[in-house]
């Protein structure tokens, strides 16, 4: 569905490339994290795969269509939501009709049950909203396009606490087999319980890209006071009361939760594990 080949990019008036030589492949359905440090790439990589980038070297293709020619059957299926969102201060209505036309399988019905889920009245005016708001009503437009492809950038940069927990669950509610969510985005535990699959990158490409349930077969995440419980695990990490630790996951070990910000520091401290799940 979504592949990017050996893909270079540098921004104008820089030597030093954001990413170089990176391939990764998203395929079709699911809910992917995005993860990686401050200047990793993680938001070009985003502009790239919707095509508002062109690659240096390397091609970004999206259902066999190179993304950044721009064409109309790409733009009609992919939607980006930028970490900063600037809306023009007119009512919803008159920015749906304006926009929804471009979007062929844009629903009213649905985007007006996200605007329920997320208290936001059908009837608002874009330019009185604060910017969490802001960022609710965008989210809520884009859902409703329906596009194979939804990009989201630092998507709850923005949203107080009971506005994450809105977010969790309107995404989950806008899941379908044919439609792929990427989000990028450095607050993990926002998302944890939300991902189908994790994506982990640096400058030099994909340290992970596996699926939840390929993690969860794989390892286990515990929280620990036992200091003894240190010994022979994969990784481990004091935090107050006790210790975050990663272990393999025997035969008759339950399944747990995968801890996002764990994951991420056994990625680095041992990428040959991790790029084997």
């Given at each position: 569905?979504?592949n990017?080949e050996?893909?270079?990019?540098?921004?104008?008036?820089?030597?030093?490339p954001?990413v170089s030589?990176?391939?990764?492949?998203?395929?079709?359905?699911?809910i992917?994290?995005?993860?990686?440090?401050?200047?990793?790439?993680?938001?070009?990589?985003?502009?790239?795969?919707s095509?508002l980038?062109?690659p240096a070297?390397g091609?970004?293709?999206?259902n066999?269509?190179?993304?950044?020619?721009r064409l109309?059957s790409?733009?009609?299926?992919?939607?980006?939501v930028?970490?900063?969102i600037?809306?023009?201060?007119?009512?919803?209505?008159?920015?749906v009709?304006l926009?929804?036309p471009?979007?062929e399988n844009?629903?009213r019905?649905e985007m007006?049950?996200?605007?329920?889920h997320?208290?936001?009245?059908?009837?608002?005016h874009?330019?009185r909203l604060s910017?969490?708001?802001?960022k609710?009503?965008?989210?809520?437009?884009?859902?409703?396009?329906n596009t194979?492809?939804l990009?989201?950038?630092?998507?709850?940069n923005?949203?107080d606490?009971?506005g994450k927990?809105?977010?969790?669950r309107t995404?989950v509610?806008?899941?379908?087999?044919?439609?792929t969510i990427?989000i990028s985005?450095h607050?993990?535990?926002?998302l944890?319980?939300?991902?189908?699959?994790v994506?982990?990158?640096d400058?030099?490409g994909v340290?992970?890209?596996?699926?939840i349930?390929?993690?969860?077969?794989?390892l286990v995440?515990?929280?620990?006071?036992d200091?003894e419980?240190?010994n022979?695990a994969?990784?481990?990490?004091?935090?107050?009361g006790g210790?975050n630790v990663?272990r393999?996951?025997?035969?008759?070990v339950?399944e747990?939760?995968?801890?996002?910000?764990?994951?991420?520091?056994?990625s680095?401290?041992n990428?040959?594990?991790t790029n084997?799940?």
């Amino acid at each position: 569905m979504l592949n990017l080949e050996h893909v270079s990019y540098s921004y104008p008036g820089s030597f030093k490339p954001v990413v170089s030589d990176f391939s990764m492949e998203i395929r079709p359905g699911g809910i992917y994290g995005l993860l990686g440090a401050n200047g990793s790439g993680k938001s070009t990589l985003l502009y790239l795969m919707s095509g508002l980038l062109r690659p240096a070297s390397g091609s970004v293709t999206f259902n066999g269509q190179e993304t950044f020619k721009r064409l109309p059957s790409t733009l009609t299926d992919v939607f980006l939501v930028p970490e900063e969102i600037d809306l023009p201060a007119v009512k919803l209505d008159k920015y749906v009709a304006l926009n929804a036309p471009f979007y062929e399988n844009f629903n009213r019905d649905e985007m007006n049950r996200y605007l329920e889920h997320f208290r936001l009245d059908p009837d608002i005016h874009l330019g009185r909203l604060s910017m969490g708001q802001r960022k609710k009503a965008f989210v809520a437009f884009a859902l409703a396009c329906n596009t194979s492809l939804l990009l989201m950038d630092e998507p709850t940069n923005g949203l107080d606490i009971p506005g994450k927990a809105e977010f969790r669950r309107t995404i989950v509610s806008a899941m379908r087999d044919d439609r792929t969510i990427i989000i990028s985005t450095h607050q993990v535990r926002d998302l944890e319980r939300v991902l189908d699959h994790v994506a982990i990158i640096d400058k030099n490409g994909v340290v992970l890209n596996a699926s939840i349930a390929a993690i969860q077969e794989r390892l286990v995440f515990r929280f620990t006071t036992d200091p003894e419980e240190i010994n022979g695990a994969l990784w481990s990490m004091p935090v107050p009361g006790g210790y975050n630790v990663v272990r393999f996951r025997g035969e008759g070990v339950e399944e747990t939760d995968v801890n996002l910000e764990s994951l991420f520091e056994l990625s680095f401290s041992n990428p040959q594990l991790t790029n084997a799940l």
